[in-house]
């Protein structure tokens, strides 16, 4: 009776922990939902904001959040600074301005990228940033030290860094699809050494380098008893083994610089591709070696976006394309079930809580929808600053950073 309930209070705070944190790029199942309720629908120009904190610099990551921290990276429009940033929860007051990096001579950025486009990734007593081959760095978040670093890797990312790091039992993985060179990487959490990198082997079908490199963040699953790191690239998406790296299987796809991150539910994984005719695939996971003729579900050209990441709830699938027409697709079928134009540009990903939607502009526009078959539109909301970071959920709130600031939306 004894271990049951302690077995019992464990999961209870297991649960309490998962719901109060969001530690990475899209959230704590990385689908950017959240189990919160009472999310305002209206807010904006002092309307159910707590706090509003200027972030200096130029950085697209987005926030994550352990506890009362909130952190994210930036860096000086120079790319010569990079640094972390924390943020108290309750206060909007910053708690830690530490620079990571110097840079001497960085690469070209282009203007719509950042020198700080990755969102860390964060868990008790650690936040592990990275700004592609320009570094990647473990501080402890109570005192902002680092605790390691490594600045070894060698990529051209051309055009920036942008695919975030994520974290699978002691393992940090990070992709590196640069227009010079591919691989993934997979880092022991504690030390930073290397346990395992594999190079890309992808016939790309060109000699244009521009068209080899993709800023995507990668995603773990379990299915059927097997656990597969789900890696996009340029071309095509394989699927590895968390722990020695060791391809299970591949799909083509083609198309580029894909950035939403893949989801996995109904026995299906969704894949936003980045251009071609099969811009997103439904690939059934599994199998081994090339399944592109065999495991594809359906697949579509139609209004996918290539940044923002998309919304699966149930059976419902929910994106808004970079042109800022917004979808709902049956998740099994492909299906287009209700499409809408809001106007503006999108690459900030959507989020999910109480039945609500919430799609970011560039424009600085705000557009919240019902999770529904059917199109409703709750509030059209609007900020000084446009978005490209992608909102956190925690402690009923919305935490969404602008182009200059940090802001908490609560009723």
Not at 5 to 15: V, Y
Not at 253 to 272: D, S, T
Not at 388 to 395: G, L
């Amino acid at each position: 009776m004894q271990t049951t309930l302690l077995t019992c209070a464990f999961l209870i705070s297991s649960q309490l922990a998962f719901a109060e944190n969001w530690p990475a790029f899209r959230g704590p199942a990385g689908d950017g939902q959240s189990a919160a309720t009472g999310l305002p629908a209206k807010f904006g120009n002092g309307e159910n904001v707590a706090w509003k904190t200027a972030i200096h610099g130029k950085g697209w990551s987005s926030p994550v959040v352990w506890g009362k921290q909130i952190w994210m990276t930036t860096a000086t429009e120079d790319g010569k600074k990079m640094s972390a940033v924390a943020v108290d929860l309750d206060s909007g007051k910053i708690i830690h301005d530490v620079v990571v990096f110097e840079n001497a001579k960085p690469r070209f950025c282009h203007p719509t990228n950042s020198y700080a486009s990755p969102t860390p990734v964060i868990e008790e007593g650690r936040i592990y940033v990275h700004f592609g081959s320009y570094g990647t760095a473990c501080l402890d978040t109570a005192t902002g030290k680092m605790l390691w670093s490594r600045r070894d890797f060698e990529c051209d990312h051309f055009r920036a860094p942008g695919g975030s790091p994520i974290l699978h039992r002691d393992l940090l993985f990070l992709n590196f699809d640069g227009v010079d060179q591919q691989y993934v990487v997979a880092l022991n959490k504690k030390t930073g050494k290397t346990a395992w990198r594999k190079k890309r082997t992808i016939d790309y079908g060109t000699d244009n380098p521009d068209r080899k490199k993709a800023y995507s963040t990668s995603t773990v699953i379990e299915h059927n008893g097997r656990t597969a790191l789900i890696s996009p690239a340029a071309v095509a998406t394989i699927a590895y083994s968390p722990l020695t790296g060791d391809e299970l299987w591949r799909v083509r796809h083609g198309g580029m610089n894909a950035a939403p991150r893949p989801l996995f539910a109904n026995g299906l994984i969704y894949l936003a591709a980045g251009g071609g005719k099969t811009q997103f695939v439904a690939v059934r996971p599994g199998g081994n070696g090339d399944v592109t003729d065999s495991h594809i579900a359906w697949s579509s050209g139609v209004g996918i976006p290539r940044r923002g990441s998309q919304l699966l709830l149930n059976n419902s699938l929910y994106m808004v394309a970079d042109n800022g027409v917004a979808s709902c697709r049956d998740a099994k079928s492909g299906k287009i079930i209700w499409q809408h134009r809001f106007g503006g540009d999108f690459w900030a990903s959507p989020v999910a809580a109480d039945g609500k939607l919430y799609f970011f502009s560039k424009q600085g526009k705000v557009f919240v929808v019902a999770a529904a078959r059917e199109f409703k539109q709750l509030a059209e909301n609007e900020f000084d600053a446009g978005f490209n970071s992608s909102p956190a959920i925690v402690e009923n709130s919305l935490i969404i950073r602008s182009f200059t600031h940090l802001y908490r939306i609560k009723k």
